[in-house]
C-alpha cells in the first residue's frame, strides 16, 4: 500500500507516519506492507499554496499508482472543518487522489497532539512529568512553548523542538479511540483512516 504525505512541517513527520502505521496495524494491514511517500514538509504561511502545486504535480499520477494520501496541516485556530473545506477545493474530480485522502488537521497546532496523551508523552520522552493540559487553548506558539518548556525543566536535549520524540509518543499510546473523544479532529482522522484501510482491503480481497 502506498502512502503519500503532505505535511506542513518535521513536527507532522515522525507523529503523524507512526499514528498511520499504528492504525495499520489495528486494521491487519502489516507495517511491512506500507510504503511511506513524504512529498512536502514545508511550514509557514505558504503552506496552502505549496499544497495547491502538490495537487497539480499529482495530477500526472495515475490511479493504479496510489492507495492513499495524508495531508497533515495545522488548523491555526480555524477548526479542522474549516480547514479541511478549504483543501477539498485543490483535490478537482477525476485527480488520482479524489475520495483517497484523509485529513489531520490539529487544531492549532500539531504540538497538541503530542501532549494529549499525557502517559504516552512521559513514555516516548522518558520522563517523570506531563504538564497540565488545558482543554483548548487558541494562542500561537502555545503548545509549542509548552512543550519546549517541559523537556527544558526536565533536563531533555532537544534540537528538533521534540518532533524528535514523535514517533515513540505515538507508539506508547494505548487508546486511541479515548484521544478521539478528548479531540475533534483527532476522532475525524481515526475514523476516516479506518475507512480508507477497509475499504482497500476489500478491494484487494476481491482483486
Known amino acids: 500500500m502506498r502512502v503519500f504525505y503532505f505535511l506542513e512541517d518535521l513536527a507532522h513527520d515522525g507523529f503523524i507516519k507512526a499514528l498511520v502505521t499504528k492504525i495499520a496495524r489495528q486494521e491487519s494491514i502489516a507495517s511491512d506492507r506500507l510504503i511511506h511517500e513524504i512529498r512536502s514538509a514545508r511550514g509557514g504561511s505558504k503552506v496552502i499554496v505549496e499544497f495547491r502545486k502538490f495537487m497539480k504535480d499529482t495530477m500526472k499520477l495515475t490511479a493504479y499508482n496510489v492507495d492513499l494520501l495524508v495531508v497533515a496541516i495545522d488548523g491555526n485556530c480555524k477548526g479542522y472543518q474549516e480547514r479541511i473545506r478549504n483543501l477539498e477545493k485543490y483535490i478537482k474530480s477525476g485527480h488520482p487522489f479524489k475520495n483517497k485522502v484523509v ?22 520522552v522518558g520522563i517523570d512529568r506531563a504538564p497540565d493540559l488545558p482543554s483548548y487553548k487558541c494562542q500561537k506558539g502555545y503548545y509549542k512553548n509548552l512543550l519546549n518548556q517541559t523537556l527544558k525543566e526536565s533536563d531533555v536535549a532537544s534540537l528538533l523542538g521534540g518532533a524528535e520524540y514523535g514517533e515513540m509518543i505515538v507508539e506508547n499510546i494505548q487508546n486511541l479511540e479515548a484521544l478521539a473523544r478528548q479531540e475533534d479532529g483527532f476522532e475525524y482522522f481515526l475514523s476516516e483512516l479506518r475507512r480508507l484501510f477497509r475499504d482497500w482491503k476489500r478491494k484487494r480481497n476481491h482483486e
Open 103 to 124: 485529513f489531520a488537521v490539529p487544531d492549532p497546532h500539531i504540538e497538541r497532539w503530542y501532549l494529549l496523551d499525557q502517559r504516552a508523552f512521559k513514555k516516548g
